[in-house]
């Protein structure tokens, strides 16, 4: 790669909106290779490492974990061809998403209860003294469906 060509670690995490320490750290987990050095040590990444960092954080952004993107991009950066992973990858994560989607409904409403409660609990209450709110919650708190691995 030609000087001229490449791009300090500064750079690179410029143009893809991440600190160079995010950058350090894509590299030691894999997601991101680690670029040759100049003489005196300093990274020089090629144009192509700042599309590879905006494609890391839009697949974190929907739920990939960096150890699921070092899997894949290996694969990828081997000349194979992962998209059946991806595609089993990102449908577990949907799957995922509506059963937090439905516990946080099924909180709602166990919120929207606990506080009629008390509402009425307040107004019973004499002005100075507790009414004791926390102690009054149920012994079987909320517990999220979402918690259980999914299969």
């Known amino acids: 790669m030609s000087e001229s060509l490449s791009l300090h670690i500064g750079e690179i995490a410029k143009l893809a909106g991440v600190s160079p320490d995010t950058i350090r750290h894509y590299e030691r987990v894999g997601v991101l290779p680690q670029p040759p050095r100049t003489q005196g040590g300093y990274r020089r990444f090629s144009p192509q490492a700042v599309s590879r960092v905006?494609?890391?954080?839009?697949?974190?952004?929907?739920?990939?974990?960096?150890?699921e993107l070092a899997r894949v991009l290996r694969v990828k950066d081997a000349g194979g061809t992962p998209?059946?992973?991806?595609?089993?990858?990102?449908?577990?994560?949907?799957?995922?998403?509506?059963?937090?989607?439905?516990?946080?409904?099924r909180l709602r409403k166990h919120m929207e209860g606990i506080l009629r409660g008390w509402d009425r609990r307040i107004a019973r209450t004499p002005r100075g003294?507790?009414?004791?709110?926390?102690?009054?919650?149920?012994?079987?708190?909320?517990?999220?469906?979402?918690?259980?691995?999914?299969?």
């Open 54 to 67: 905006r494609l890391i954080r839009n697949a974190l952004a929907i739920g990939f974990s960096l150890p």
């Open 83 to 105: 998209c059946k992973s991806v595609h089993s990858l990102a449908k577990g994560k949907l799957q995922l998403l509506r059963q937090q989607i439905a516990d946080l409904r």
């Open 129 to 151: 003294r507790r009414a004791e709110l926390l102690e009054s919650l149920k012994s079987s708190p909320f517990k999220p469906a979402s918690r259980r691995k999914l299969k």
